[in-house]
Structures are given as C-alpha cells and as structure tokens.
C-alpha cells in the first residue's frame, strides 16, 4: 500500500493551493481506509499535525490552519484533499499525508501507520 501525495508548489501570501493524496495498492485492492491526515515539517521543526479526518468524515485542524484550511475525502477513491486558502509564509514546509490504518483484499490485510512522500509548500513573495 502506498499514499501518492500531489499538489504542491510556490504561491504569494494570500494565495491558495489544493494537495491530493490518494492511497493504492500494489496488488489487490483497498476496500477500507480509515483516518487520514496531513502533516507538515519546516526546516528545523518537527513534524505537526495540519489536519485530519476519520472514516466517517469527522474533521481536525491545528489551531495554527482552522478557517484557513479545508480537509476533505472521497472514499470511493481512496483520497483526501487539503484546500489551503490565505496562505502565510509560515505555512511554508513539506507536506505529508499519513494514513492509520488501510484494508485490502481480496487476503484481507491491514497496513498501519502509512505515509506518503511529502510534497513542498512555499508561500513567499
């Protein structure tokens, strides 16, 4: 199993930028995925947590994003998206989605803790 992230990039202050992470699997396919999320890490910072989301839609943001930023999903895709709206040049850092638990078929296994390549977000001028 493994998370794709995408979406990232270079925008002024004030701006908007939406990442993807969609999860697949190598062989088989996904049949549950329960809560993802989106972490970030600046140079020099540890990872935090941006927002999250559970199986059933239910929603978490970091003090730091709430009104700014929007977490969604589709399930029937296996994928979450972050709409990031007046973007600071704090926000700058590589973005990771994670996911704590995916199902698989048709062997019926659970992957854990899985996480996704990160993408870089810049926010300047």
């Known amino acids: 199993v493994q998370l794709q992230a995408s979406g990232g990039g270079l925008v002024q202050p004030g701006g908007s930028l939406s990442l993807s992470c969609a999860a697949s699997a190598a062989s088989g396919y996904i049949f549950s995925v329960d809560a993802m999320g989106w972490y970030r890490q600046a140079p020099g910072r540890e990872r935090e947590l941006v927002a999250s989301t559970t199986g059933d839609g239910g929603t978490r943001y970091a003090e730091s994003v709430e009104g700014r930023f929007t977490i969604s999903r589709d399930n029937a895709k296996s994928t979450i998206f972050l709409r990031m709206d007046r973007l600071k040049p704090e926000d700058t850092a590589v973005y990771y989605c994670?996911?704590?638990?995916?199902?698989?078929?048709?062997?019926?296994?659970?992957?854990?803790?899985?996480w996704g390549q990160g993408t870089q977000v810049t926010v300047s001028s």
């Open positions: 994670n996911s704590d638990r995916v199902g698989t078929g048709p062997k019926l296994r659970y992957y854990y803790d899985i």
